[in-house]
């Protein structure tokens, strides 16, 4: 491209005007094909490559795009979140963007669904959102496309109907949660998934996990006993006890969500002395590796998945970049040794 290739200078050089040029490059007004053949073999010419920021700026259009998640007081796995999505605003804040931030109560799937309808009540060129509920989420997702919202979700498994995704592999997450267990224990024994404080059945990020973990030792032909257990945080706090009664022979825990120090304190509480794998650099969850009640963590950078949603949306309305269908990030192991390089 020819730093000092100007308007004037294309019109010049295909014998047209400055106005015939200007409706080519912006796609804009009726043009006769013998004026746009012109236009386009003085660009050739030229070498002459439009800067899509001057663009945008010129453009004069003022886009809305709103972002969905769960509410971090209610949840602190989501706080990184709320920085990537700062970092975000911080960086594209000399651009015509408005932005509207909205939380929803990660236990209820009706808050969701309320905040989801708010949304669309106001009309935004795009969303990013987590589809935290399937059913839910699947309702949102016909709306945004029947109204040709935009969409981008993120720390879920991959939506079939929206624009594009952020996260990992949540199945290979959980193949990778199963091969680190396997190599912590001696012999065929029950393991148990433990999924904190979520609706299950409408959770299909916490599914996949699991699928991912049980499709590892069925491929290896073993004699280990999976179990899937269900928990609340309160009933993991004060009647774990209980539990381990009930299901005296686990002899490893693998905790699909961030919760995992709760399990690891109430294990260590009892004076057991298993192996846990779990999710997460919650605080609590570093304590807990350090303190050697955690042996691995698996990371799925929520900053990073949040940023890069967004970054995706913005890029696309101020530059029309493609999207891809998916953006893959990879899963990270932690274990005590290599955390303080992830803080």
């Known amino acids: ?22 409706r080519v490059l912006h796609n804009r007004g009726r043009v006769s094909k013998k004026a746009l053949d012109k236009v386009n073999q003085a660009l050739k010419e030229l070498e002459y490559t439009p800067n899509p920021i001057a663009r945008s700026l010129r453009n004069n259009v003022v ?36 932005f509207s931030l909205h939380t929803f109560d990660p236990s209820k799937p009706k808050s969701f669904l309320g905040a989801g309808n708010k949304i669309l009540g106001e009309d935004p060129d795009a969303l990013l959102f987590v589809p935290l509920f399937g059913k ?14 935009l969409s981008t979700t993120f720390n879920s498994p991959v939506w ?4 594009h995704h952020v996260g990992q592999d949540l199945f290979l997450s959980g193949r990778v949660g199963a091969k680190l267990v396997s190599n912590l224990i001696d012999k065929p024994c029950e ?4 999924h904190v404080e979520e609706a299950y059945n409408n959770a299909a990020h916490m599914q996949e996990k699991e699928n991912g973990f049980r499709s590892y030792f069925e491929e290896q032909h073993t004699d280990f ?21 009930k299901h005296p022979h686990i002899e490893a825990y693998f905790i699909t969500t961030s919760r995992t120090y709760e399990v690891a304190n109430a294990i260590h509480k009892l004076g057991i002395k298993k192996p846990v794998i779990g999710y997460d650099l919650l605080p609590e969850n570093v304590v807990c590796l350090h303190n050697d009640k955690v042996q691995f963590l698996i990371h799925q950078a929520p900053r990073q998945q949040a940023y890069l949603g967004l970054r995706s949306l913005v890029e696309k309305l101020l530059f029309n970049k493609e999207l891809a269908k998916v953006e893959l990030l990879p899963i990270d192991i932690i274990n005590s040794e290599n955390v303080k390089s992830y803080l």
């Open 1 to 22: 491209m020819k730093k000092n290739t100007t308007i004037k200078d294309i019109a010049k050089l295909a014998g047209v005007s400055i106005g015939t040029v200007d």
């Open 63 to 98: 886009y809305t795009i709103h972002i969905l998640i769960p509410d971090a007081k209610q949840d602190p796995y989501w706080e990184p979140c709320m920085k990537g999505v700062s970092e975000l605003m911080d960086e594209f804040a000399a651009f015509d963007l408005n």
């Open 136 to 149: 839910e989420s699947t309702q949102l997702q016909k709306e945004l496309n029947d109204r040709n919202i």
């Open 160 to 163: 079939e109907h929206v624009h």
């Open 191 to 194: 393991i148990a998934i433990i």
């Open 225 to 245: 006993k999976i179990l899937t257990l269900i928990l609340g945080s309160k009933e993991i706090r004060n009647n774990f006890d209980a539990t381990v009664k």
